[in-house]
């Protein structure tokens, strides 16, 4: 019942509550990957980071600016390639915890049906919205809308969507999904492959 009725409508003060909690873990995330592997540049691009504040519009606007900021230096500190393989390994088991404390709060069960209506809860308070679409044992996720897509770079966006895979698997363990198209590359819609293993329940 409470995962149902997150569904349909989450108060303004929730949202702002949940983003602020993603924008932390995200950001600190990233923050540490740049001590680590850049930290020649870590002091300059820590003045650049902004602290949330305004509206929900607002604060979402600066989290994805300070997450393109970030991505950007740690490309420019260890290289395109580097920045994508540390970056979507540390930004995946931020993602995991995100969905293994969303499971627990929301009581988000084993089926497909009930990691939907999650996926839907926590993608509201990032203003996205997606259809979904089964294909055997896989179901087909395209996302129209993103409020964070006109704030991304394409590296930002293949980094940070290493967070929406790990939600999946923190939200049902035998459940994986990978993007494998995205607005920032100019496709239209973002585009995710949702894979259950045999025996997951699909009701």
């Known amino acids: ?4 009725l997150a569904s349909i409508w989450l108060p303004g003060p929730v949202i702002r509550s949940e983003l602020d909690r993603i924008a932390a873990q995200t950001t600190e995330a990233l923050c540490s990957l740049l001590r680590e592997k850049a930290p020649n540049d870590h002091e300059e691009v820590s ?9 929900i519009e607002e ?7 300070n997450h393109r900021v970030l991505v950007e230096a740690l490309s420019n500190g260890i290289g395109f390639d580097g920045a994508v393989d540390v ?4 930004l995946f088991m931020v993602g995991v915890r995100l969905g293994e404390e969303s499971r627990v709060r929301l009581g988000v069960g084993d089926s497909i049906r009930d990691l939907l209506l999650a996926a839907r809860v926590l993608y509201r308070v990032l203003e ?3 259809t979904a679409e089964r294909d055997g044992q896989r179901i087909r996720i395209v996302v129209e809308r993103c409020a964070l897509s006109c704030y991304y770079s394409e590296l930002a966006c293949i980094v940070l969507s290493a967070v929406d895979e790990g939600v999946v698997r923190g939200l ?3 459940v994986a999904m990978r993007f494998e198209k995205r607005k920032t590359a100019g496709s239209p819609t973002c585009v995710a492959r949702v894979n259950t ?3 997951e329940r699909r009701s």
């Open 1 to 4: 019942m409470k995962l149902l």
């Open 47 to 55: 003045s650049k980071i902004r602290p949330l504040s305004g509206s």
């Open 59 to 65: 604060r979402r606007a600066v989290m994805a600016s």
């Open 87 to 90: 970056g979507r390994e540390a």
């Open 128 to 130: 996205i919205s997606f």
């Open 172 to 174: 049902n363990p035998n």
């Open 197 to 199: 293993q045999a025996g």
